[in-house]
Structures are given as structure tokens and as C-alpha cells.
């Protein structure tokens, strides 16, 4: 969903009468550690998807749980920019409801295909299957949104709340009309 919310942002701040060179001034600190975030989740779900963990079953988890406090130190040197602190308040969520699962984001049953329920319920990767035992699911991947062409969008509280601070980022950035060095309007809080 963090995808659409970017281009939607895109779309209503030119609309807006924003500018795409805007974006070139939005200065971002620590883009390093939204990378080394990517790249941890991305390895979990490739081994996920090949069917096997990394290492002892502690570990996955383990790195799950880092890259949202890598993704928790980005927002905080950000958190001056619009939108970041309701996009830190997502990434909060997230990662508390994936701390308090043993690693794994929790996915509603009933909003999955058959076939999907049996793969999470071995836990292996960033999700797993919402069950009794389960805490925070206000917070889990609960809600699900039916797309013509895109199929079924599972998503959380938290992640609503990383797309409307995201979306918030870039279209007051398009609309920001000064650039570095210069006056004018500014694209700070």
C-alpha cells in the first residue's frame, strides 16, 4: 500500500500545483538505515519463500524486530519533516505488534487465500498467522482491502498510519516552493 500512497501523493500534489524538482530538495538523514531495513525484510521473505529460516529459529525474529528499530532511528532523525512523526507512530505499531509476536507481524485468518494459511502457520519469515494466543491483533495485518487488478491488500493499523505520514511527506514537499539557500515557503513540521 506504501507504493499507491506515494504515487497518490505524487498525483494530488502536482495537481496541487506542486513541482517533481521539489522532491530534490527534501533532505533525508540516515537513508542507510531504511536500506539495511529493506535488506533485512527482503532476506527473511526470500527464505521464507524457499521454505527454510536463517539459522536458529531465534533469529529471524531477532532481525525482524531490528529492522523496525532501524526503521524507528530513521524516523527519529526525521521526525522535523511532515508527516514523519504519524509515520513513526506506524512504525511503532508495526513493531510492537511484531516484538510482542515472537518476531512476526500476525496475519487474520479470514482474510487469506487457503493455500496462504498453511505457510504461515510454520511461522517462517516476517508474518504468521493470527491465532488465540495472540496479542495487540487491533494492530495485526486484520484488515484487507479488494483492489480491481491488484487483487487483496492485507494491511494494519500501522501501516495506515506509515502511508498517510508518507504521503503527507511527499506532497508537502511538492508543494514546497523554496529550495536550499533560498526564501520562501519551507517544507518543515
Known amino acids: 500500500m506504501l507504493i499507491g500512497a506515494l504515487i497518490l501523493a505524487v498525483a494530488a500534489g502536482l495537481l496541487a500545483g506542486g513541482k517533481l524538482k521539489n522532491l530534490s ?9 531504511v536500506l539495511g531495513a529493506l535488506f533485512l525484510q527482503a532476506v527473511l521473505s526470500w527464505m521464507a519463500a524457499r521454505g527454510s529460516g536463517i539459522g536458529p529459529r531465534w533469529v529471524g525474529p531477532l532481525l525482524h524486530v531490528l529492522s523496525y528499530v532501524l526503521l524507528l532511528a ?54 504468521g ?23 487483496r491488500w492485507l494491511f494494519s493499523v500501522g501501516d495506515v498510519l506509515i502511508d498517510l505520514g508518507a504521503f503527507w511527506l511527499v506532497f508537502r514537499s511538492l508543494r514546497s516552493f523554496s529550495s536550499p539557500g533560498t526564501t520562501g515557503k519551507g517544507i518543515s513540521g
Open 74 to 127: 530513521f524516523t527519529w532523525v526525521n521526525r522535523s519533516l511532515p508527516g514523519v512523526r504519524v509515520l513513526a507512530a506506524g512504525v511503532f505499531l508495526n513493531g510492537l505488534v511484531i516484538a510482542l509476536n515472537g518476531g512476526l507481524m500476525p496475519v487474520a485468518p479470514w482474510a487469506l487465500p487457503p493455500g496462504d494459511i498453511a505457510s504461515l502457520a510454520r511461522g517462517v519469515g516476517i508474518h
Open 129 to 151: 498467522l493470527m491465532s488465540a494466543g495472540t496479542r495487540l491483533t487491533a494492530l495485526a495485518d486484520r484488515f484487507y482491502l479488494t483492489l480491481p487488478g491488484l487483487g
Open 25 to 33: 530538495y527534501l533532505q533525508l538523514r540516515g537513508a542507510w538505515l
